[in-house]
Each structure stands twice: as structure tokens, then as C-alpha cells.
């Protein structure tokens, strides 16, 4: 039986923080993300390697062993980036059911990577639509920012890129980019209100397409995939913008003597 797909319902970058404010959801293509972040898409596509060496994640409840990570936090603040020490990622059991109350450490993002002017664009531009939608974009607020690297894979037959299901994170904005996708089938992004009838289902499929989601009005989950060849992954970043400090920041304790 062939697999029905839906396209994404992609944005114009000029419509990004509107549409954002109006439908809680922006979905943009990747030339659109390249022009919309002020850089070229072979950019981002030299960030994409690094993908390929992501160590396991150790910490999933399900038993699984098909999800691959990489994480680091920065401070974000009128186009100026900054990476913070590295620390544990938490979430509150409210939004992660599976992983919540945990202090997950996990591997941090490679110096390489972050260091590349188009990562430090991405962030800037996550921050300026953040102060455009959340804040005030005369008084750019301070955001402080997490980054995922993900890689799903099907080694053990079926990959979960949201184990947790369908959820919030606890944040302000999230990015979801899809990265890459090779050999599989599944991984449908499924966005819901929260408080509220209306949803949509689409794939993401090219590199570097770009979902953005105003976290306190949506919910949202992407689908399981499964191997149409062998080796199958699916490759994700996701960012989230908060307000305020990083999640957590009152009950997790700081990053042991040489990093974490």
C-alpha cells in the first residue's frame, strides 16, 4: 500500500513573524530558510556532516537504541550569540511525561560547528523572531537558547523521533530544521492548537526546511520511521528560544569540573 504524503504548507520569509503571531505555526522551504537566515543554503549544508558522528543517547526510557544526539545552550541578545556552559538538559514531567524531572547530560556540539558564521546567523535570526512575536523588537530581550543535533535511525528496525508523543517543550519559540533523510519511510511533523480544533500534517523531506512553532499554542509530534534500505536515519536540529533563563535553571546544578 503506498504511503500518502502531504506537502508543507511553506511560508514566504516576509510572512514568517506574522503568520507566526496568527497561526502559531511558520513552515518555511530551504531557500527560504537560507534567505531568511541571510546566508547561502550551501552554508547550512556544510553544517550537515556532523550529523554523522553523533554519539548515542543514553538516556531513553523506551528501551530504544535508535536516537543519536548532541546539545549546547547559548545567550542570544541583539544579534550577538554567546555559548553558555554546558549543562543538562531538563524538562518538567508537564511537558516531557517520559523524560520529564530528569537532568539528561548530554554529548555537547562540536567547536567547529558552532563557530561557523551560518550557525551564528541561524541563532540571531531565531532570536530576532523571537523579539518580533514574544517581546518587543525595539528592546531585543536577552533568549536563552537550546540546540538539539538528532539522528534517528532504524538500525533496530523502527525509529521514534518523539518517543514522549505529541507535546510542548516549556518554551517560547521552537525550530524544528529537518536536516537530512535517507532509506525511510514515516516521520509526518503533526501540529495541533492546544487549546483549541485545528491541525495539519505534512513531511518535511529537503534538507534543511524549516518548521517554527509558538510552543504555548501548539503541540506538536512527528510520526515513527521505518527502513525502506538499509541504514535509515532521519536527521533533525531543533531549537528552542525561552524567555526568563533556560529551563531548569533553579533545579539543575552546573556543569562537573571539564565539562559534561
Known sequence: MAQVTFSPPFTPPTDVASHLREAGYAVLSPPDVARWIGCDLAALMALNGDWAGLPPDEFLKDGGRYRRRRHACFVVQSGQVQQ????????????????GGMERWFAPMEPSTVAQPAWQRLLAALANVSDAVFANPAAPAPWFVEAHQFRIDTTDGIGRPTPEGAHRDGVDLVAVFLVGREGIKGGETRVFEAAGPSGLRFTLTEPWSLLLLDDARMIHESTPIQPVAAGGYRDTLVVTCRRGNFQGADVVGVAPAGGG
Open 84 to 99: 553558555a556552559s554546558h549543562r543538562a538538559h531538563w524538562q518538567p514531567v508537564e511537558y516531557n511525561a517520559l523524560h
